[in-house]
């Protein structure tokens, strides 16, 4: 029953590595968004698709590469990861894009480089 | 740029109080506002969407304002119980292109017993 699912939920890693984190909605949304949150608990977008097309990208330095298989995924792709990448990273969607839709969150995925 | 503020940092208050978290946002032009919970180790759990025509928002013992022009927004929360400890955040989407979601760093509540 779970909305928007995110895996893992924990991710501890050595600087230099690369991971991925998954995210997944079942409620039929078009649009879907991936936001980190940083040790003083501030939310910011880092990118948002739409029906799988990128529809915003913040600056967000280019070892993340989000990937959306279709519009229920988007896939977090992290390269050469850095100590600075420690963070809570959160998924969302909403119905449409354009801001007039509440946006769902996931549970979120605790990443710790070492 | 947007931004947005939320006072106080934390606040604890004993059950059955009446309570009122701030937000304030440095643009205006906004298209809507919207209150979060955030439970640890949770995601957000979306309270209330107040779009930019509308004053305010009720939802069972919640209550969001909205002032447009001060910049500014609140959320009332009515005779509090312990299950309300939460960390309640703000954001805002401007009326620019980009249409995302700006955080404000939230208030921790603490409801005690």
């Known amino acids: 029953d779970t909305a928007v699912s995110q895996t893992p939920k924990y991710l501890v890693t050595q600087m230099g590595n690369d991971k991925s984190i998954k995210c997944e909605q079942n409620?039929?949304?078009?649009?879907m968004y991936w936001y980190k949150q940083d040790s003083k608990k501030f939310l910011k977008i880092m990118f948002s698709?739409?029906?799988?097309?990128?529809?915003i990208n913040e600056t967000v330095p280019n070892r993340f590469s989000p990937k959306s298989p279709d519009k229920a995924h988007l896939n977090l792709h992290i390269n050469s990861l850095e100590l600075g990448d420690s963070a809570v990273y959160f998924c969302?969607?909403?119905?449409?894009?354009?801001?007039?839709?509440?946006?769902?969150f996931g549970p979120g995925t605790r990443l710790t480089v070492l | 740029k947007q931004e947005v503020t939320q006072i106080p940092a934390a606040l604890s208050v004993p059950e059955g109080e009446n309570l009122v978290l701030n937000c304030s946002f440095t643009?205006?032009?906004?298209?809507?506002l919207q209150w979060f919970r955030q439970d640890p180790g949770k995601g957000l759990t979306s309270l209330l969407l107040i779009q930019s025509s509308q004053r305010e928002q009720t939802s069972g013992r919640l209550n969001a304002s909205l002032d447009k022009s001060s910049g500014r927004s609140t959320l009332y929360i009515a005779a509090s119980q312990p299950g309300d400890s939460a960390t309640y955040l703000c954001?805002?989407?401007?009326?620019?292109?980009?249409?995302?979601?700006?955080f404000g760093s939230g208030t921790q509540l603490t409801v005690l017993p």
């Open positions: 643009d205006s032009a906004i298209y809507n």
């Open positions: 698709y739409n029906n799988k097309e990128l529809i």
């Open positions: 409620l039929g949304h078009d649009t």
């Open positions: 954001a805002v989407i401007s009326s620019g292109s980009a249409r995302q979601l700006t």
């Open positions: 969302a969607s909403s119905q449409v894009s354009g801001g007039g839709a509440t946006q769902y």
